[in-house]
């Protein structure tokens, strides 16, 4: 049985896991990522996960799913909107390669998720759906006729980047109007905050306002899902899949909101061609390091 390393480097910590080819977790490992000290150091951390997996089980590949936009096929971050030393151009394939002696795969975090629920969640079996995780920021992996989205300069499904407001809210990418300025977690703080005479610091604290039925928060939680929708209708044009799948940290609040969402997609014109099947992510936090797996032991047996 092969084993792979499979690392999921997020933003404030990176996750480790020894995955054997059927998908079993043998041992998971959580670490902080400190992004503010450099791509080097992210480096050196992820090797301190892979040196610990490996005491369990020789490591046939390496799967590593991190932020920015990924030349996969030389494993280098071409881009991304963290403004972190020695990021862009970090050659992490080569330097995983050279370390280990194994193949390493290396994509965007969020396209490796959508590989992990695929592979072992909510899109097995499909050959055309789009994952889109909404947290911190938004982000997307969308797979069509069985290929996932990259693009000429690994910039394909940046759906994220997706302009819903013109001349909207300033995003970090350099836009404005963006997709993530309106339905992350962090955009939902920031629109609640421009207008509420008392201020929350974080997510939980908004949903907390929700559930008691502040009119302000429920006002700007019906404007979130009225947006949600019109960017599914644009997605359903774009692409048309089998299958929308929706995770990230905001999924946790669907309770507040999921219904609604639902409610009114089934009103929505596209209903007319074909009605959108939308599913929660299944594999919640785990989905980047089965994503992870699945690309090193493709990478392993396209080699073999």
Known sequence: MKHAAAIDVGGTKILGALVDEEGNVKKEIRIPSDFELGGLHIMEKIFELVDELAKLEKIDAVGIGIGGRIDVEKGIINWGVKPVPHWFGLKVKEMTENRYHVPCAVDNDVKVAGYGEQWMG??????????????????????????????????????????LYPNGRPCTCGFQGCVEQYLSGTALVKIYNDRAPEKVKTGYEFFERVREKEAFALEVLDQFVENLSVFLNSLCNTYDPERFIIGGGLIDTKEFWWDKLLKIMSSSPINQVYSPEIVPALLGNKAGYYGSAYIAFRMLNKEA
Request: charged share 15%; net charge neutral.
């Open 122 to 163: 909510a899109a097995k079996g499909l050959d055309s759906y789009v994952c889109i995780t909404l947290g911190t920021g938004v982000g997307g992996a969308v797979c069509i006729d069985g290929k996932m989205l990259h693009g000429k300069h690994w910039s394909g499904g940046e759906i994220g980047h997706y302009i």
